[in-house]
Structures are given as C-alpha cells and as structure tokens.
C-alpha cells in the first residue's frame, strides 16, 4: 500500500529512511492525450517504485515549469525558482524527521531546476542525506518504441493508454518530427516547431507497449537509485569536503 495512504503512526512504526517524491506537470499534450499526462505517468512510477524499495511515497506534485508549452490554456507553471524553493523545503522537512536518502522522479522533461537543487543538496548535506532524481531521458524505452519522440509521442501516447485509456482520443492523435533540435524550445514555445503540440509519433501507440514502457522504467529508476545512493555512500571524504 502507498505510505501516504497510512497512518502517522504506521509510518513511524515501519521508520522508512527512503522518501520518493514524484513530480509531474500540467501541461498540453496535443489533441490526443489529456494535460494530466506527466502527472499521471509520475504518480504510476512512483506507485511502482516505492513499493519495489518499501519506501515512503509522498503523492506526485502536480505543477512544475513547463513555460515552453505556452500558446494554449490548460498549462500551468511556477517560476524554476519557485520550484526550487517549494523542492528544497519538501527535502528539508524529510530531513527534519529522520529520512537519509530521497529520490525524486521526475516524469516531465523540462525541470532543468532540478540539476542545481540535486547537486547543491548533496554538497551541502551528504553524508546525512543523499538526494538522487531521474527523468525521462534516464529511462531507455527505446527498445520497445519503433519511433523517436520528445512529447506526446508513441512512449507517452503507449502509458496514458495503460493507465488510463478513457481519457486518449487516438482518433485525433497526429504524428509529427520537428526540423529543430530539443534545445531550441529555448527560443521559442513548442508550438513554433510543432503546431499540433505533438513531437514524436503517438499513432504508433498501444497500451501494451504502455505497460511495457511502465515496468521497464520502474525496474531501471531503482537500478539507477540504488546505484547513485551506493555511489554516495562510499565517498570518504576529500580534504575539508564530504562531497
Ligand atoms: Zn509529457
């Protein structure tokens, strides 16, 4: 059962040092799928992941920066620099009540935020609390994907399907490989390189690939977990740091 469906006193009783926190985002997902997507796909992995590590789950956070997708009402962002805030406060207040280790999956490709804040907390606070996250980009689907995609494509399309097909509308669902790279979503909204909102090819979607993508992700987010928390435990310190 998700720990945050229990009690104070049963999680004080089972004393968990791991916390995952997922994160999300609202934000247009083209025609086809709903804005809740990233969320969706967060609070499914996190599901998945703490029970695989008897961790402590806190629910997916909903909102995090997403200005890239401008142009369209329904998304909705906060300031990077919020986030950090409102992120590294969450942290502290684990910190407070005993956790060591907290990871944070991330399940929306734009919270770059989260490289600085990860790597100023372990500066800061390591040994007595390690902080690993992944994102997208550290889970290889493509081994079950026929397509490349960055966004509403045949990987997000094939999970919303597993997890919630009531809300995709595959009738609507457009294919589409902007002629620039990722990084340009720095100079303009995703609607200047696709105006479907779409980059990849959702058609080639199926709820079966879905659920593979889901096991697949939750399987290597431990993996990859596992190994930074390792990875950190064993430094001795360097000179005068612990880092
Ligand atoms: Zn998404």
């Known amino acids: ?7 104070a006193d049963e999680i004080t009783a089972l004393d968990p040092e791991l916390a995952i926190i997922p994160i999300g985002s609202i934000e247009q997902h083209g025609a086809h799928l709903p804005i ?33 997708h401008m142009g369209k009402k329904g998304s909705v962002w906060m300031a990077p620099t919020t986030f950090y805030q409102m992120m590294h406060d969450v942290i502290m207040s684990l910190k407070d ?38 994102t997208p980009d550290t889970v290889n689907v493509r081994s079950i994907t026929e397509t490349p995609g960055l966004h509403a494509d045949e990987s997000e399309t094939s999970q919303i399907l597993a997890i919630a097909p009531e809300t995709v509308h595959m009738e609507k669902a457009r294919d589409c490989d902007p002629d620039v790279p990722r990084s340009y979503l720095n100079y303009g909204s995703i609607f200047r390189a696709t105006p ?23 399987d290597t987010i431990v993996e990859e977990f596992n190994r930074a928390f390792d990875y950190m435990s064993k430094k001795e310190k360097f000179g005068y740091s612990d880092f």
């Open 1 to 7: 059962m998700e720990m945050f469906k229990m009690t």
């Open 36 to 68: 809740m997507t990233d969320w969706a796909i967060a609070t499914e992995l996190g599901r998945r992941v703490a029970e695989k590590m008897g961790a402590f789950l806190l629910p997916a956070f909903p909102v995090s920066t997403c200005r890239e």
């Open 196 to 218: 479907s909102g779409v980059w990849g090819y959702p058609t080639k979607a199926t709820a079966e690939k879905g659920e593979k993508i889901l096991a697949i992700s939750a």
């Open 97 to 134: 009540q005993g956790f060591k280790r907290v990871g944070l999956i991330i399940a929306h490709g734009g919270v770059f935020i989260a490289n600085p804040l990860v790597r100023d907390l372990n500066a800061k606070y390591n040994p007595e609390l390690q902080v690993a996250f992944v």
